[in-house]
């Protein structure tokens, strides 16, 4: 067997033997999804590592019969706040403490303090919300990770915001940097909401998001629970089936 040649990111030595901050903006088609997966997650990490996640998710929507069965909401959850909806179910099912909000990020809750930004937003005006306010806090997050999609393809991507973060390794791009697109603010956002089931599935395919998030939390088992990752992200198209990695950046 030939030896793993392949570069490597390692996750920070701040970041051993504590509890992971957390901050989850989005409950929706991929952040629901996101956060059923985090705590997965959390129960891997106290079985394997020293480590355990912490998490704060924020939405300031509500459950409405469109986002049932593409989104982990029952009937009886309709006209419920999303963020809250999940967190306390989460909560009760794993005997855990995570907080929800229910506002908007950054409007809502502050991101000084975090260790981890996971954004699953709808909209280039919501991710440039959040960049803006991680360049005006008092301290960077080590890695924001960014998740989006369209009807049947998407693609995540983990950066590193603090440019000083990881002086030993290549910085890994914020989303903000890999697709520079979404910082211009003469583009329009697309964030129309459906009316119904049919027509959610017709915008989005039923599977798309827990295909996406499933490969996002794999991602970030490998760097919380295994200490690094070969490859920063990914795109996914679920109609051909394909996946094309997102390389980590060389050392300059």
Request: proline share 5%; net charge negative.
């Amino acid at each position: 067997m030939q030896p793993d040649t392949q570069e490597r990111h390692y996750l920070p030595a701040g970041l051993d033997n504590r509890a992971i901050r957390i901050l989850l903006v989005g409950c929706g088609g991929n952040g629901a999804q996101m956060l059923m997966g985090l705590a997965s997650l959390d129960t891997a990490l106290r079985a394997i590592s020293s480590r355990s996640l912490h998490v704060t998710v924020v939405d300031d929507d509500i459950v409405t019969e469109a986002n049932l069965g593409r989104q982990p909401f029952y009937r009886c959850d309709i006209g419920h706040s999303k963020a809250r909806t999940l967190t306390e179910r989460i909560n009760l099912a794993h005997g855990l403490a995570w907080k929800a909000v229910h506002g908007s990020a950054p409007k809502a809750i502050g991101l000084d303090g975090i260790d981890i930004l996971i954004s699953c937003v709808d909209t280039a005006s919501a991710r440039r919300a959040l960049g803006a306010a991680i360049a005006e806090g008092k301290s960077s997050p080590a890695y924001w990770m960014d998740l989006g999609n369209r009807a049947r393809d998407g693609q995540y991507l983990i950066g590193c915001p603090d440019r000083d973060a990881a002086p030993h390794q290549s910085r890994l791009p914020t989303v903000l940097e890999a697709f520079p697109e979404l910082a211009d603010e003469a583009q329009a956002d697309d964030d129309a909401p459906s009316c119904s089931v049919a027509e959610a599935l017709e915008r989005q395919s039923l599977f798309v998001n827990r295909v996406l998030a499933s490969h996002a939390l794999a991602l970030l088992f490998d760097l919380l629970g295994r200490g690094s990752i070969g490859h920063a992200g990914a795109f996914l198209n679920i109609a051909s089936g394909q996946t094309v990695p997102i390389p980590l950046p060389r050392d300059r």
